[in-house]
């Protein structure tokens, strides 16, 4: 029988890890992630896999991606300036399209900042943070429950589109505990990366199938392909091809963005008569669950727009709210990133409102409502 435990967020993140099938981790502590680390270091010897400290963030990125391709599903956990120092790094997995997870939780920035503070600081930084273009992932869980789930659905997302994903929570999630009861791992969904269905002699490592998606053989599973950050043609090696380039950038992106119904996940409450709707993701997303509640006591039509996954951004789901509401408030503890997605997207169909705090404290129940009152 299932047993309710009190867990950390970033407890139930390594432990989702393992679930979907990770085997190793390479990283190095740093607040507020250094718990998924060090659960990790105990328990990955436990089910066969291997726990590598690295001498530095840079190479805790480097290691993970040799473990993947060599056909293990590994994950690395940072915060702040070490999801900086991963950023060139993630820009190659993403090019030689190789399946990793990405633990970032966030505390107050730039550089060094407030370790032990929470923010939302990173939400451009995991879209654009490293140079060119390329298709991106990443998940906010809110509550510890999903801490585990989301990262199950990391993994999968990696496997399945061959891609860096990054798993974005903040100190307020990664640092809390709830009751979390450990589903039956059979009533999970795994999935594992494609494998080659021809021989090697045949095989084309970067031919993308029908679903834009190549193949992945493991290194020692008898085929030989070549891996490279240049550009490449389907045999994986180099080439200055006009049309190549072309190709093998925009797969990237269209690889991510004709399986949007797949990819984006969210959470709508109390929208379908709301006047005015919150966005909020992450930490702030509690404060908004009482913050609508209140408001609805008081006779107040609010309601709350989760984005579940913040890249790509849930366009189709978020223009229909505009299409509703009369006021969108975007709450984020950081001095303003997503608000500017939702206006790009929301077109001038509702009044976009930014509720950004950057002081070390989260946003309140009693701000949120203040704003709600004032966007009515």
């Given at each position: 029988m299932a047993k309710a435990v009190l867990m950390q967020g970033n407890h139930a993140c390594a432990e989702g890890a393992i679930a979907a099938g990770a085997r190793f981790f390479a990283g190095y502590p740093i607040t507020p992630s250094t718990e998924v680390a060090e659960l990790l270091a105990k328990r990955l010897p436990q089910v066969g896999g291997s726990f590598i400290q690295m001498e530095d963030e840079i190479a805790g990125m480097a290691a993970i991606i040799g473990a993947s391709l060599a056909g293990t599903k590994s994950l690395t956990a940072t915060s702040g300036p070490g999801f900086s120092l991963k950023q060139e790094l993630i820009g190659y997995a993403s090019m030689a399209e190789v399946p990793c997870v990405i633990v970032?939780?966030?505390?107050?920035?730039?550089?060094?900042?407030?370790?032990?503070?929470?923010?939302?600081?990173?939400?451009?930084?995991?879209?654009?943070?490293?140079?060119?273009?390329?298709?991106?992932?990443?998940?906010?869980?809110?509550?510890?429950?999903?801490?585990?789930?989301?990262?199950?659905?990391?993994?999968?997302?990696?496997e399945k589109?061959?891609?860096?994903?990054?798993?974005?929570?903040?100190?307020?999630?990664?640092?809390?505990?709830?009751k979390f009861v450990m589903p039956d791992p059979a009533s999970l969904t795994?999935?594992?990366?494609?494998?080659?269905?021809?021989?090697?002699?045949?095989?084309?490592?970067?031919?993308?199938?029908?679903?834009?998606?190549a193949p992945m053989p493991g290194y020692g599973e008898g085929y030989r392909f070549h891996t490279t950050g240049l550009v490449h043609d389907y045999?994986?090696?180099?080439?200055?091809?006009?049309?190549?380039?072309?190709?093998?950038?925009?797969?990237?992106?269209t690889k991510i963005t004709n399986n949007i119904d797949d990819i984006v996940k969210y959470e709508a409450l109390e929208?379908?008569?709301?006047?005015?709707?919150?966005?909020?993701?992450?930490?702030?997303?509690?404060s908004a669950y009482a913050a609508i509640e209140s408001a609805r006591a008081e006779g107040i039509k609010a309601g709350l727009f989760r984005p579940i996954t913040i890249w790509p951004v849930p366009e189709k789901q978020l223009f229909t709210v505009a299409e509703k509401v009369k006021t969108?408030?975007?709450?984020?503890m950081n001095y303003g990133q997503y608000v500017g997605e939702v206006r790009?997207?929301?077109?001038?169909?509702?009044?976009?409102?930014?509720?950004?705090k950057w002081n070390n404290d989260p946003?309140?129940?009693?701000?949120?409502?203040?704003?709600?009152?004032?966007?009515?």
């Open positions: 970032n939780v966030q505390r107050t920035g730039p550089s060094t900042g407030q370790p032990t503070s929470p923010a939302q600081g990173d939400v451009m930084q995991a879209r654009w943070g490293s140079h060119g273009d390329r298709g991106v992932i990443a998940l906010s869980p809110s509550s510890v429950p999903e801490c585990f789930t989301l990262t199950v659905e990391a993994f999968n997302l990696a589109y061959r891609t860096p994903v990054v798993l974005l929570l903040d100190e307020i999630i990664g640092h809390m505990r709830e795994i999935v594992n990366r494609k494998k080659p269905a021809l021989p090697p002699g045949e095989f084309l490592p970067y031919k993308p199938e029908a679903d834009g998606v045999t994986g090696f180099p080439s200055g091809s006009n049309a190549v380039t072309h190709e093998l950038i925009e797969r990237l992106h929208l379908d008569d709301a006047e005015v709707a919150v966005v909020a993701f992450g930490g702030t997303a509690r969108i408030i975007v709450a984020e790009r997207v929301v077109c001038g169909k509702a009044n976009v409102v930014s509720l950004a946003i309140t129940p009693n701000e949120l409502l203040n704003a709600i009152k004032a966007g009515r």
